[in-house]
């Protein structure tokens, strides 16, 4: 009885502490969120959403850099999408596994774990200067999309993995070429996997800064084409705090940084509950 006595105390003490634990990490959030609330909510309204910035961001909007992060994000993804997936396919259903797939799966990682600012220096020297883009949208973009690629080789791998290998048997036992397997059967069935990783990376580019910084430019005029400079929302967000211009405006521009990451990670939870149901 004793045993049990304390067995039962040891699971209520480990509950109390994990759930501690949980709770912890939620209010962290709120308070970050909650603390950029206070001291921005001020600000954000239609006409800074939709006005360009006037006295270097102290007065005006931010929708040069709205479009700007939506135009930078856009360039990543069409660009690591096709790469991430088809480098996913690949190392899931065609290559063998021996070293130089090894030699893949240990590259993707080491990507992955890159400084961004080393992504970003890389981006001006290659891509800025080397190929002659400039400071613009495509150069990036581009960059942008360095970072982004392992999460999409990753999370789609993981997606194709879990499709159920008796649906792939049966394509091939049917006489179907590996080829129209992957096509019609795996990628069907791995795509909310997928779509959910994308739109996740998405999140995770929209809010990088020392990538843009090297390439991207910091251009508050619309753009007219890939090949214009543009400020993105985080590098905007940056020289208004650590310039002092507007500590206002910085909290602003943060509430909307945040709230388009939040927006990105529902719709992300929302095509995964879709394709689920389904």
Aim: with cysteine.
């Amino acid at each position: 009885m004793n045993r049990i006595r304390s067995a039962e105390i040891s699971d209520r003490v480990a509950s109390f502490m994990l759930g501690g634990s949980a709770a912890l990490v939620i209010l962290i959030l709120l308070y970050i969120i909650g603390y950029i609330l206070i001291h921005g909510v001020g600000v954000v309204n239609l006409t800074f959403l939709l006005d360009s910035p006037r006295l270097g961001g102290a007065e005006g909007g931010i929708f040069p850099a709205i479009v700007g992060s939506l135009c930078l994000v856009a360039v990543s993804t069409l660009t690591a999408v096709p790469i991430g997936v088809g480098a996913a396919v690949y190392l899931t259903s065609y290559a063998p596994d021996n070293t130089i797939t090894r030699i893949i799966n240990f590259s993707v990682e080491c990507l992955a774990g890159i400084p961004s600012v080393v992504i970003g220096l890389f981006g001006y020297a290659f891509l800025v200067v080397y190929l002659g883009f400039g400071f613009s949208i495509l150069s990036g973009g581009l960059a942008l999309m360095f970072m982004i690629l392992p999460w999409t080789v990753r999370t789609s791998e993981e997606a194709i993995k879990a499709v159920s290998a008796e649906l792939t048997e049966g394509s091939l036992a049917l006489g179907a070429t590996k080829l129209q397997t992957v096509r019609h059967i795996i990628l069907p069935s791995a795509l909310p996997g997928i779509t959910t990783g994308v739109i996740l990376g998405t999140g995770k580019a929209i809010g990088e800064t020392a990538v843009i910084m090297y390439t991207a430019g910091s251009s508050l005029l619309l753009p007219g084409s890939i090949f214009d400079p543009v400020r993105a929302l985080p590098y905007h967000l940056y020289i208004l705090a650590s310039e002092g211009i507007s500590d206002e405006m910085a909290y602003g521009t943060a509430i909307v940084l945040l709230g388009m990451v939040l927006v990105i990670n529902l719709i992300a939870v929302a095509i995964q509950r879709k394709f689920q149901s389904r």
